[in-house]
């Protein structure tokens, strides 16, 4: 019944067709209004206004909880302004199945960093080995894959640490 209303308003608004050319409007209409608040998300972000970015995100998110782009979003924001919190690890993994190939990286770098901070090694390793599949060939590329490298040789000296201490059990 809202649903008919909302549409009968917006046919008013944009002058369609309600039973056939309605639906279609306000879908249409969402979308546009869900791209502009994302954009504005973003440069909430850049200008220092993380937590009213992160409010706009989440309520993206609770139109469209699979959004990869809102989940990358919220992942990054969380991720570099709350202190590299854990909190961003659901949102950078639902990011990481739908996720187009230019921020994979991006993705795999942070999730593997608080994967580590977690003391979650082995999804530390994997995600570490699966962002050397972005680096480049060029120089800040090697740089990147050697110090992809180094944290997978921290994370399994330290899962073996804490194997040996019983910090963790491996089953």
Do not use: H, W
């Amino acid at each position: 019944m809202i649903l008919t209303i909302i549409n009968l308003i917006f046919a008013v608004i944009l002058g369609v067709n309600p039973t056939t050319e309605a639906p279609v409007a306000v879908s249409k209409f969402a979308k546009t209004e869900d791209a502009k608040l994302l954009k504005i998300a973003k440069k909430q972000l850049l200008v220092g206004e993380s937590e009213y970015s992160r409010e706009i995100l989440e309520y993206l998110l609770k139109r469209n909880p699979e959004n990869a782009e809102y989940n990358y979003q919220l992942g990054r924001n969380i991720y570099f302004t709350v202190t590299k919190n854990a909190k961003a690890i659901p949102y950078l993994e639902t990011a990481v199945q739908n996720c187009k190939n230019d921020t994979m990286g991006d993705v795999f770098y942070m999730l593997g960093d608080l994967y580590q901070q977690q003391k979650e090694y082995d999804k530390a390793i994997e995600a570490f080995t699966n962002m050397k599949r972005f680096t480049k060939s060029n120089a800040a590329g090697r740089a990147l894959y050697a110090e992809l490298n180094t944290r997978i040789a921290k994370c399994k000296k330290a899962k073996s640490k804490a194997v040996s201490t019983g910090e963790i059990v491996v089953r």
